[in-house]
């Protein structure tokens, strides 16, 4: 679990895991899909949340730290992040031009990793795979 994991995290860097980071956790769990620091300070302001965006700025490394997320992208000097899914590995295509992230799978594509870590005597933990180009919708215009 990701608290327990902060947890540890936060004592061994003399932190504590407090009510705001909490909050954070529990509101990063509620979210499907992609996204970036102020849209969740939004998200949690229109619930009512009296957290900071200093608070989410600071928890947001620990929680990469942790692995309960994890950095998508960084576009138009943005960050976004999704929740670490072990169940559910994807990739990403990302339009350079509106920001909309496409998720893929593709068995072909995990194959050849495979492969080529094999032949180069690589020990893979883990990958990402980010596309930039342009979305349908974008490259019409």
Do not use: W
Not at 39 to 51: A, D, G, P, T
Not at 63 to 87: A, N, P, S
Not at 119 to 139: A, D, P, S
């Amino acid at each position: 679990m990701a608290k327990d994991k902060l947890k540890k995290i936060l004592k061994a860097k003399g932190l504590k895991l407090t009510k705001e980071r909490e909050e954070i956790i529990s509101e990063i769990e509620k979210i499907e899909g992609h996204f970036n620091p102020e849209e969740l300070y939004i998200r949690m302001k229109n619930h009512c949340s009296k957290v900071s965006r200093a608070s989410i700025y600071r928890t947001l490394p620990l929680l990469l730290e942790c692995g309960f997320i994890e950095v998508v992208e960084r576009f138009d000097r943005h960050t976004y992040y999704e929740k670490v899914d072990t169940k559910k590995h994807h990739d990403h295509m990302i339009c350079i031009k509106c920001g909309k992230i496409i998720e893929f799978f593709s068995p072909t594509l995990e194959l050849l990793q495979e492969e080529i870590c094999e032949k180069k005597n690589f020990k893979m933990l883990r990958h990402t795979l980010e596309i930039f180009g342009y979305c349908n919708n974008c490259k019409n215009k």
